[in-house]
């Protein structure tokens, strides 16, 4: 299932590098795209939205909403 995420607080190419190693985490985790500039992440999951929120910020980022996509 693809899933879209809002997330706030990231400001350079690290923080989209640390987002998708987050996401990479995932159980199932297939493909994973993030734009910094919408600042959203777009990520292939069987993970609920309570994991994938969890594991975005405990890098330190806020999760905003997540949608299917």
């Known amino acids: 299932m693809l899933k879209k995420i809002f997330i ?11 987002v998708k190693e987050a996401l990479a985490t995932l ?3 297939g493909k994973i795209q ?6 959203y992440a777009v990520v292939e999951t069987s993970s609920n939205n309570d994991e994938i929120k969890e594991k975005i910020e ?6 905003v909403s997540i949608e299917e996509a």
């Open 8 to 18: 706030e607080g990231m400001s350079c190419n690290h923080c989209v590098n640390h």
């Open 27 to 29: 159980k199932d985790s």
């Open 34 to 39: 993030v734009n910094l500039e919408e600042k």
């Open 58 to 63: 405990d890098e330190g980022y806020d999760v």
